[in-house]
């Protein structure tokens, strides 16, 4: 990496590497960043657009060749929120807003299935650790809450 981070998201797509966002140092309070960064074995690191708002402690996943960035620690890193961001490996972005999950959190699971985001658990502050589950289906840009479900219930359809 060309800079140290912490609490970064990644995803593997293809032969590539993505990192987005991360902490400048490792502490509760440290801010978050907007760097976004590609990684391939015969290339090297490539510096990509910066994301729209600064992350930290967020998590991505992508559905296709579409890259999303979900939740985490807002600049300042005295709050969580529950944004979500795009970016289209196909036409090099721009990045773009998604409506935002239910529940602000950081240090989620995300995960997709069947074109379908899937936000789990996590930490919001200041409430603490919380058991939620919201899924995001982006063909139809819409947020849906699991509020009937127990953790560990969740169907994958």
Do not use: C, H
């Amino acid at each position: 990496m060309p800079a140290l981070r912490g609490g970064l998201a990644t995803v593997v797509v293809g032969t590539r590497a993505y990192v987005m966002g991360g902490l400048t140092e490792d502490s509760s309070m440290a801010s978050g960043v907007s760097d976004f960064w590609s990684f391939e074995p015969d290339v090297g690191w490539t510096k990509l657009p910066d994301l729209l708002i600064a992350r930290g402690n967020a998590r991505a996943t992508a559905v296709g060749a579409t890259l999303y960035l979900i939740g985490g620690r807002s600049e300042e890193s005295l709050s969580t929120d529950n944004q979500v961001l795009s970016y289209n490996l196909v036409t090099n972005g721009p990045w773009r807003s998604y409506p935002s999950m239910v529940q602000s959190r950081e240090l989620l699971a995300v995960g997709a299935f069947d074109g379908v985001l899937y936000a789990l658990g996590g930490a919001a502050r200041p409430a603490g650790t919380t058991a939620s589950s919201d899924l995001l289906q982006p063909s139809e840009r819409a947020v849906a809450r699991d509020t009937q479900r127990t953790p560990g219930s969740l169907s994958w359809r």
